[in-house]
C-alpha cells in the first residue's frame, strides 16, 4: 500500500472516533498534572498572565467553532462519523481563509487546556499528537472533496492555507448564523 493510500485509509479511521480524541488528550493529561512542580513554574510566570493567556486561547478556539459550526451549510460533514459527506464545497466565509477551521478551533482549546497543566512538555506533547492525528484526518477529507469537486477543490487550495490562515479578512459567509446549528 502506498503511503498516499495509507494516509487516507488511516485518516478515513481516525475520522470516524475523532470524538474520541479530547478523551484520549485528556487521559494522557493527568500524568502531565501531577508530574510538574507548580511552586517553581509561578517564580517565573505571573499567575494572572499565564491565566489570561489560556482563556483568551479558549475563547478564540471556542469563537472559531462556533463561528464555523453556525454558518456551515448541511450536507457537509458535522457530526456524522460514517463516512466524508459534501453536497457543496464551502469556500465562503471562515472557509475562505483557511480549510480546516474546525480543527483550528479544536487545537486552540486543547492547547490552552495543555498550558493549564503547568507542564513545558505537555503542550509540546498534545501539539504533536494533535498534528498526526488531525493530519490523517485532513488528508482523507481533502483526498474526498479532491475526487468530488475536482478542479474547484485544487484552486480553492491552492489560494487558502490549511490549518494557519495567512489573513484575517474573510469573505461574508452566504449561510446565515444558525445559533441551533451550534447548539446542536
Given at each position: 500500500?502506498?503511503?498516499?493510500?495509507?494516509?487516507?485509509?488511516?485518516?478515513?479511521?481516525?475520522?470516524?472516533y475523532?470524538?474520541?480524541?479530547?478523551?484520549?488528550?485528556?487521559?494522557?493529561?493527568?500524568?502531565?498534572?501531577?508530574?510538574?512542580?507548580?511552586?517553581n513554574?509561578?517564580?517565573?510566570?505571573?499567575?494572572?498572565?499565564?491565566?489570561?493567556?489560556?482563556l483568551?486561547?479558549?475563547?478564540?478556539?471556542?469563537?472559531?467553532?462556533?463561528?464555523?459550526?453556525?454558518?456551515?451549510?448541511?450536507?457537509?460533514?458535522?457530526?456524522n462519523?460514517?463516512?466524508?459527506?459534501?453536497?457543496?464545497?464551502?469556500?465562503?466565509?471562515?472557509?475562505?481563509?483557511?480549510?480546516?477551521?474546525?480543527?483550528?478551533?479544536?487545537?486552540?482549546?486543547?492547547?490552552?487546556?495543555?498550558?493549564?497543566?503547568?507542564?513545558?512538555?505537555?503542550?509540546?506533547?498534545?501539539?504533536?499528537?494533535?498534528?498526526?492525528?488531525?493530519?490523517?484526518?485532513?488528508?482523507?477529507?481533502?483526498?474526498?472533496?479532491?475526487k468530488?469537486?475536482?478542479?474547484?477543490?485544487?484552486?480553492?487550495?491552492?489560494?487558502?492555507?490549511?490549518?494557519?490562515?495567512?489573513?484575517?479578512?474573510?469573505?461574508v459567509?452566504t449561510?446565515?448564523?444558525?445559533?441551533?446549528?451550534?447548539?446542536?
Amino acid at each position: 500500500m502506498s503511503l498516499e493510500q495509507s494516509f487516507e485509509k488511516q485518516g478515513n479511521f481516525l475520522f470516524k472516533y475523532r470524538g474520541q480524541f479530547p478523551l484520549i488528550l485528556f487521559l494522557l493529561a493527568i500524568p502531565f498534572i501531577y508530574l510538574v512542580d507548580v511552586s517553581n513554574l509561578f517564580l517565573i510566570v505571573n499567575k494572572i498572565y499565564y491565566y489570561i493567556i489560556i482563556l483568551i486561547l479558549f475563547i478564540l478556539g471556542f469563537i472559531i467553532r462556533c463561528y464555523t459550526i453556525g454558518t456551515t451549510p448541511s450536507g457537509t460533514s458535522g457530526r456524522n462519523t460514517k463516512s466524508q459527506i459534501a453536497d457543496t464545497l464551502n469556500t465562503n466565509g471562515i472557509y475562505s481563509i483557511l480549510r480546516h477551521p474546525l480543527y483550528l478551533g479544536n487545537y486552540l482549546i486543547w492547547l490552552s487546556i495543555a498550558i493549564y497543566t503547568y507542564s513545558l512538555f505537555f503542550p509540546l506533547f498534545m501539539s504533536l499528537l494533535f498534528w498526526l492525528y488531525y493530519e490523517r484526518i485532513m488528508f482523507a477529507e481533502e483526498k474526498f472533496l479532491q475526487k468530488k469537486f475536482g478542479d474547484k477543490f485544487i484552486n480553492w487550495s491552492n489560494l487558502v492555507p490549511a490549518f494557519f490562515p495567512r489573513k484575517l479578512s474573510m469573505s461574508v459567509s452566504t449561510i446565515k448564523f444558525s445559533f441551533k446549528s451550534v447548539l446542536r
